[in-house]
Nanobody, 121 residues
Framework: QVQLVESGGGLVQPGGSLRLSCAAS????????IGWFRQAPGKEREGVSC????????YYADSVKGRFTISRDNAKNTVYLQMNSLKPKDTAVYYC??????????????WGQGTQVTVSS
C-alpha cells in the first residue's frame, strides 16, 4: 500500500538549515505529485512546496521562495525539502503527501505522519 515516511526534522537555530526526507513506498514518483505541507499549533495546514510527477514542475509558497528547495531522487523513491535561512515562523510539523499536485491539502490523498521542525535560539 502507499506509504510516506518523513524524517530529518529537529531543533535548529534561526538562520540554520535542515533537510527533510520523504521516503515513498507502494508507488513510484512518476505516479503521484509529492507535496510538502506544514501545520503550526492553532493554524491551518499550509502548502510549502510540491513537485509534479509528470514533468517535474515545482511550486513554492511565497513565504519560502528563495529559502527552500524541493528535489527528488527517483532511484531512491525519495523527495527532499532543503530548508535554509530558517526562521522561527517556520516552526511547525512538516508533512509530505502524495496526490494530484498543487499547494492545496485537498489535492492529496496520502499523507505521512509528520516530522517536527523547531526553529529557536
Amino acid at each position: 500500500q502507499v506509504q510516506l515516511v518523513e524524517s530529518g526534522g529537529g531543533l535548529v537555530q534561526p538562520g540554520g538549515s535542515l533537510r527533510l526526507s520523504c521516503a515513498a513506498s507502494g508507488f513510484t514518483l512518476d505516479t503521484y505529485a509529492i507535496g510538502w505541507f506544514r501545520q503550526a499549533p492553532g493554524k491551518e495546514r499550509e502548502g510549502v512546496s510540491c513537485i509534479r510527477s509528470s514533468d517535474g514542475t515545482i511550486y513554492y509558497a511565497d513565504s519560502v521562495k528563495g529559502r527552500f528547495t524541493i528535489s527528488r531522487d527517483n532511484a531512491k523513491n525519495t523527495v527532499y525539502l532543503q530548508m535554509n535561512s530558517l526562521k522561527p515562523k517556520d516552526t511547525a510539523v512538516y508533512y509530505c503527501a502524495a496526490g494530484f499536485g498543487g499547494l492545496g491539502p485537498y489535492e492529496y490523498d496520502y499523507w505521512g505522519q509528520g516530522t517536527q521542525v523547531t526553529v529557536s535560539s
